[in-house]
Nanobody, 122 residues
Framework: VQLQASGGGLVQAGGSLGLSCAAS????????MGWYRQAPGNQRELVAV???????AYSDSVKGRFTISRDNAKNTVYLQMNSLKVEDTAVYYC?????????????????WGQGTQVTVSR
């Protein structure tokens, strides 16, 4: 399994960023995918999940601001982040997910890849 996240960067609070993640080595169209993030000193957190059919779930911390989507033809999952806050600063990863559950209690599928850094300044 290979997961390549991209699109991170530095943005001011209130701004927007769009992340992409290309996946290989899995049957993408049948796989629940998620976006995770980890800030220094914090646990990794699953913040957004999308099922193969398009159902989604979000953590309370990002609900209403982030949108997860997928393109099964391109084996790619996306995360559009709007109204960014300083506390959104973290390394963002994509990976498989188990069910439409979010939070810090999740099955670790491994093969995390390098992730992409998102830094939100005041």
């Amino acid at each position: 399994v290979q997961l390549q996240a991209s699109g991170g960067g530095l943005v001011q609070a209130g701004g927007s960023l769009g992340l992409s993640c290309a996946a290989s080595g899995i049957i993408f169209r049948l796989t629940i995918m998620g976006w995770y993030r980890q800030a220094p000193g914090n646990q990794r957190e699953l913040v957004a999940v999308i099922a193969s059919g398009g159902n989604t779930a979000y953590s309370d911390s990002v609900k209403g601001r982030f949108t997860i989507s997928r393109d099964n033809a391109k084996n790619t999952v996306y995360l559009q982040m709007n109204s960014l806050k300083v506390e959104d600063t973290a390394v963002y990863y994509c990976n498989q997910a188990e069910g439409l559950r979010v939070g810090v209690d999740f099955r670790d599928f491994g093969s995390w890849g390098q992730g992409t850094q998102v830094t939100v300044s005041r």
